[in-house]
């Protein structure tokens, strides 16, 4: 048995930097352009180069996203965009297009090509096929089972890799193959841009009755039409293993770094415990309890153990579940005055009871009893966004632990 990746998402060079703090063996992430999160923000060239820089220094390798289905008007674009990035040590690509394929080994002839869920390969023999173009890796579908991920395994040359979410949002698209939010508002999702109309609430009017509305599956919490689940494999990584998965993939580019932090931790942690000793592994219930602290929908394990036609698909919310606010990262820590400096996230009062966690998986509760600002003048409350404060620590902690409260 190989070792298992931890691949995890980066939004931004922040998000970047706190994915390795809590544990990433490799990041993903997109640029400005050409990447299918648009939404995300992205890396400009000089912070790719920075964020790759910054990680091949921590030993984590950096897979960039240039997974679009590009239209005529790309081409050219594109070729700009790899001039630009061409002497940036990238370990991968991320790609569905073999349009994009091929001027990327143009450019660059000797790093991994990725072939993204996007592509939709489903059986062994496409896979075969994709080997044959130069694919080291394939991120596969999510539509797929564990046994026929373990019957492309089979099939497939020693050398190919095989890379599959673990968790995060779903699509109820094919594998994000999507057209209803370019249909609807003129976002195309297979260039990056998605709307995600599946998250809207919809009411059936009749045509003769204006503003005389009948609910589609809907109660008090909303209507249902388009739900999903949030995938979450944590208790499952042997099964994963065992199909011939080697990289366990984490959505979430456009989630928070508050986010990042317990999804990545609680991975890293299941990851470690199942190869210290796979014949016995257990999920620790404290990793799970600690995630849930993050917003999240109700988890399922997505097509792994079976099709929807087999298990059923209406669920009843797509609500997401928000126990905890996220109040602030800690930037620096003087552990001979015992204070910490703290980048305010959300309002924090005096007589606040709040956890920090931190890398390490400690987890300590205090009330703050004393708070300065930046210039060491003692404050009530801290509400403004990113404000910097001061705060007595009653137990150690460190550069980016997270400080959160019970909402």
Known sequence: MGKIELLAPAGDPE???IAIAYGADAVYFGGKLFSLRAGAGGFS?????????????????????????ARNEDILPLRGYLESIKDIPLDAFIVSDPA???MIREY?????????????????????FWHDQGIKRLVLARELSLSEIAEIREHIPEDMELEAFAHGAMCISYSGRCLLSNFMTGRDANRGACAHPCRYKYRLEEEKRPGEYWPVEEDGRGTYIF????????????????????????????KSIFYVAHVVHAYRQAIDAYEKD???FSADPSWMNEMLKASHREFCTGFYYGRPEEKGQNYESSSYTRDYAFL???????????????????????GDTVEFFGPDGVVFTQTIREMKDEEGNSIEAAPHPRQIIKIPMEHPAGKNWM?????
């Open 227 to 254: 739900n999903s689940k949030d995938l979450c494999m944590l208790e499952h990584i042997p099964d994963m293993a065992k199909a011939g998965i080697t990289s366990l993939k984490l959505e979430g580019r456009m």
């Open 278 to 280: 796979p014949e016995h």
């Open 45 to 69: 060239v000089p912070e790719i180069r920075d964020a790759v820089n910054y990680a091949h220094e921590r030993n984590v390798r950096c897979h960039l996203t240039l997974n679009i289905y």
């Open 100 to 102: 994009v394929i091929r």
């Open 328 to 350: 602030g990262l800690v930037l620096d820590y003087d552990p001979s005055a015992r204070e910490a400096v703290i980048e305010q996230r959300n309002k924090i009062v005096l």
């Open 15 to 17: 998000k970047l930097k």
């Open 108 to 128: 660059f002839p000797d790093t991994d090509l990725h072939l993204s869920t996007q592509a939709n390969t489903t059986n062994w023999l496409s896979a075969g």
């Open 403 to 407: 400080m959160r409260k019970e909402q």
